[in-house]
Nanobody
């Protein structure tokens, strides 16, 4: 089992920045990749960014160049640095951890981009 705890969401003006954090605990040795997904009201959950244990990253086209995913293997934490935020980035952001057999989700953190 893997437990994920997210933090760092909030309200920010367009053009602003936020950093999300996701701390993993439990069977962390089994994690192959971690990532961030988001779900806006009335929409399906979508991939934002992922990072493998080897450091390979994947970004959604809508956030490429604005968001950066990184991980601290000592702290077992993955981060999402979000810059140049837009109103369309408003969503609940979920942390995800993937093992060879299972996927795990955090509880979600709200990000609201509004003036």
């Amino acid at each position: 089992q893997v437990q994920l705890v997210e933090s760092g969401g909030g309200l920010v003006q367009p053009g602003g920045s936020l950093r999300l954090s996701c701390a993993a605990s439990g069977s962390i040795f089994s994690i192959n990749a971690m990532g961030w997904y988001r779900q806006a009201p009335g929409k399906q959950r979508e991939l934002v960014a992922t990072i493998t244990s080897g450091g390979t990253t994947i970004y959604a086209g809508s956030v490429k160049g604005r968001f950066t995913i990184s991980r601290d293997n000592v702290k077992n934490t993955v981060y999402l640095q979000m810059n140049s935020l837009k109103p369309e980035d408003t969503a609940v952001y979920y942390c995800n951890a993937r093992t060879t057999s299972s996927g795990y989700w955090g509880q979600g953190t709200q990000v609201t981009v509004s003036s």
